[in-house]
C-alpha cells in the first residue's frame, strides 16, 4: 500500500504569497490553458482560464547532485492540499509517467527509474518498494522530466 504526497500546504501557501522559489525568484503568475498545467498541492489541472504560478521547484530539503530542480504549476488560489490513496487527476492525463525510487539520503536508488504506462503505476510502485533500499518515489513527466509527486509507503 502507499500513498501519494502533494506539496506541503505552509510552503504552498507562501509561494501564492510571493515568496522565492527554488532559485530565489518570484513565482510567475500566467492563465491556464486548461490542459498539461497540473496543480502539485491539489493535484488537479489548474482549470482554463484560471491563474497560476509557474515556479522553480526542488523537491529536496538539501542541495546535492541528485537534487534536481525544475519547473511546476501550482494554483495562484488557494486549494485544497490531494489527500488520498487513490490516483490523483493528474497521474491520468499522459500515456506514462517517469517514476524512481530513492533512498533515506535522498539518492536515487539505481535500477528503479522507468518510464510506465499510467495503468501500470500502481504495479511498478509495488515492484519498486519491493527493495528495501527504497524510502520514497518520485513522479515525473516522462515527456519533460517535471516533478509531479511523491509516493509514500503508506
Do not use: W
Not at 490542459?35 to 542541495?63: D, Y
Not at 519491493?130 to 513527466?141: E, F, G, L, T, W
Amino acid at each position: 500500500m502507499y500513498k501519494i504526497t502533494a506539496l506541503p500546504t505552509a510552503e504552498v501557501r507562501a509561494l501564492q504569497a510571493g515568496h522565492p522559489d527554488a532559485y530565489g525568484a518570484t513565482p510567475e503568475r500566467a492563465v491556464s490553458t486548461g490542459a498539461g498545467n497540473p496543480c502539485r498541492h491539489c493535484l488537479k489541472h489548474v482549470p482554463e482560464g484560471a491563474e497560476m504560478l509557474i515556479l522553480a521547484h526542488r523537491p529536496f530539503l538539501e542541495t546535492h547532485p541528485y537534487a534536481e530542480t525544475g519547473p511546476i504549476f501550482l494554483c495562484a488560489a488557494p486549494c485544497e492540499r490531494f489527500d488520498g490513496t487513490e490516483m490523483p487527476e493528474i497521474l491520468t492525463t499522459s500515456p506514462d509517467y517517469l517514476i524512481k525510487g530513492y533512498g533515506k539520503d535522498d539518492r536515487i536508488v539505481y535500477g528503479t527509474g522507468l518510464v510506465t504506462p499510467t495503468d501500470r503505476i500502481s504495479a511498478a510502485v509495488a515492484e519498486i518498494f519491493s527493495r528495501p533500499d527504497v524510502a520514497y518515489i518520485h513522479v515525473r513527466s516522462a515527456r519533460n522530466n517535471c516533478y509531479q509527486a511523491r509516493i509514500d509507503r503508506a
